[in-house]
C-alpha cells in the first residue's frame, strides 16, 4: 500500500530523477523522469508532483493510487450489513424465523462490522 507522506518525500528530494513515479508504480513515468533528468524538465515537472501531492487529500490518494481505501470498504459493509439486518427482520415479522434464530443471525451480522 503506498503512502501519501513517502511520496511527498520521495518527490521533494529524488523526484528529479521520477523516483516517486516509481514507488507509485509507474514505470514508465518514471523512467522518462530519468532519462531526462538533464534537461531540468523533469524537476520542474517534480515540483508541480510535490504540491499535487502536498495538497491532495488521503481519500483522493488512496482512491488513485490504493484502489479503495478501508474506510469505503467499510462503509459498503455497513451499507450490506444494514439491509441484511433489514431483510433478517421481515423475515422474523412474517414469522419465517423464530426469535432465537433471528436473534442468533442478528448478532452473526453485527459481529461482521
Known amino acids: 500500500m503506498k503512502n501519501r507522506g513517502i511520496t511527498v518525500l520521495l518527490c521533494f528530494f529524488l523526484g528529479a530523477f521520477g523516483v516517486h513515479r ?13 532519462l531526462f533528468f538533464w534537461t531540468g524538465i523533469p524537476f520542474l515537472l517534480a515540483i508541480l508532483d510535490f504540491f499535487i501531492f502536498l495538497f491532495m487529500s488521503d481519500a483522493d490518494f488512496d482512491r488513485r493510487f490504493n484502489g479503495t481505501t478501508g ?9 450490506d450489513t444494514t ?8 423475515l422474523y415479522d412474517m414469522g419465517a424465523l423464530t426469535a432465537e434464530e433471528y436473534e442468533q443471525k442478528r448478532r452473526k451480522l453485527l459481529d461482521r462490522l
Open 83 to 90: 439491509s441484511a439486518l433489514a431483510e433478517l427482520k421481515n
Open 71 to 79: 474506510l469505503i470498504n467499510k462503509i459498503h459493509s455497513a451499507a
Open 22 to 34: 516509481l514507488y507509485l508504480g509507474q514505470v514508465t513515468a518514471g523512467l522518462l523522469y530519468f
